[in-house]
Nanobody
Framework: VQLAESGGSSVQAGGSLKLSCTGSKFSAISSCMAWFRRAPGNERETVAVIDSDGSTNYADSVKGRFTSSKDSTSNLYLEMNDLKPKESAMYYC???????????????????????WGQGTQVTVSS
């Protein structure tokens, strides 16, 4: 199973982008899905996680600016507002065919063992 991201682009600081993630033979609507990012020289970071029931969890650095959602056609989205230059990175989506692991009642931000991954889409934020 493979996932495919799209929507990455170059924007100026303060701008917005909406990333999409689709998967063949993979139903995002019934799965635990996540967005990660990795900038050159940095470790991979979990940005957002969304469970099959729509519950979400976000990295502290993006709370209030990023929103992850799913639609009825199994697409996953990440809407990003007020982007900052330090958020320039390759953004990846990932998923499992089951519900998210919960920590304190919220989808885990530390779980990285997803079975399906995309190739990534580049987001570049200029100052």
């Amino acid at each position: 199973v493979q996932l495919a991201e799209s929507g990455g682009s170059s924007v100026q600081a303060g701008g917005s982008l909406k990333l999409s993630c689709t998967g063949s033979k993979f139903s995002a609507i019934s799965s635990c899905m996540a967005w990660f990012r990795r900038a050159p020289g940095n470790e991979r970071e979990t940005v957002a996680v969304i469970d099959s029931d729509g519950s979400t969890n976000y990295a502290d650095s993006v709370k209030g600016r990023f929103t992850s959602s799913k639609d009825s056609t199994s697409n996953l989205y990440l809407e990003m507002n007020d982007l900052k230059p330090k958020e320039s990175a390759m953004y990846y989506c990932a998923g499992d065919r089951w519900r998210c692991t919960l920590i304190n009642g919220s989808p885990s931000m530390v779980y990285v063992g997803y079975t399906a991954w995309g190739q990534g889409t580049q987001v570049t934020v200029s100052s």
